[in-house]
């Protein structure tokens, strides 16, 4: 009893001794403790680690004087730590470029020509081509390499559909089976629809059919008439400007159809052989007051002429008549005389004059 009563005041004193404080004493660990968490620490590392570790570190650091009191055996915990589990995958990069799911090929406008696997149309193809269907092929649309057709569906470029998912064209779809009967077969539309047949194909730019329809009539007509009339001085002038009379005089008078006088004249003076001679000593003697009276205008609102080739002025009349009703403008013609001017001696200029009367509705 007495010697814990003395232990205790002992300790009271000793307290006391230290300036009031109670001093701290720390007593080492049982051994069985320490292998407990040693156990745990190496049960810890057989956990299933991330797949991809990061680790960022400063080039040239140095240990820190904190650190040196580090154990070793933390240190190889730290190091096991870092390495991961077990080695991440690694992943070959293809050669062939990763397209979006998202895009379709026709969506990717302007892209490279690709394979018909990649183009993403099938192999039947219905069209709207303004409110008109066709029923076709792919292969049939892309025949031509060189031609709009193959261009659309050729996956570079965007093709709108209408509600039923059908490929829209915004043209009109009177003359387009002509169009696919050439593709599929290479036949040629009837004369009556070569001239509309002939505009189509310049829009989807299909050069053999523009060759074949070139070749046949009436075009090949239209060539040979257009030769002709590139020798005619001013042809396409007067013509514009037969229908601005025409029309100024139609308002002016209120009236449905107008009237006008045209000459058309193959040679400077209808002459008779016998008179050519003369004529001719005439034309290279005279004087300059005489070539005026040669060369005057006669009092029409319009003149064609001369030109020099195997057409002659019905040929003429004709060409003025059919361009008119290209235009929709309705013409009729009919000779009233021959200029009656006086030129020299007894020569007149007689150039016959035609009345042309254009009828406005």
Known sequence: MQQNGSSASNASNGSNGSNGRQALSFSPLPAATTTRVRRFIQERRTLPLPRVMVVFSAAGDTDKPGDAAMSSSDSAA??????????????????????????????????????????????????????????????????????MLAAMFSGRHYIPRDAEGRYFIDRDGTYFADILN??????????????????????????????????????????VRQAFLDLMPYYRDNLERIVEIAKLRAMQKKARF?????????????????????????????????????EHHCEVDVSFGPWEAVADVYDLLHCIVSDLDERGITAEQQCIGVCDKHLINHYYCKRPIYEFKITWW
């Open 182 to 223: 050439f593709l599929r077969e290479g036949e040629l539309p009837h004369r009556d629809r070569v001239r509309a047949v002939h505009r189509e194909a310049q829009y989807y730019a299909i050069g053999p059919l523009l060759d074949s329809l070139e070749d046949t009539q009436p075009l090949t007509g239209e060539k």
């Open 258 to 294: 107008a009237k006008l006088k045209i000459c058309v004249y193959k040679e400077e003076m209808p002459i008779t052989p016998y008179e050519r001679p003369l004529f001719n000593s005439l034309r290279f003697e005279r004087s300059d007051s005489e070539a005026k009276l040669f």
């Open 78 to 147: 730290e190091e096991d730590f870092r390495k991961p589990a077990s080695p991440a995958p690694s992943f070959a990069l293809s050669k062939k470029p990763l397209r979006s799911s998202l895009n379709t090929p026709e969506q990717e406008v302007g892209q490279a020509a690709l394979p018909d696997r990649y183009t993403g149309f099938p192999e039947v193809i219905s069209l709207n081509v303004g409110g008109t269907y066709f029923t076709t092929r792919l292969s049939t649309l892309r025949r031509y390499e060189d031609t």
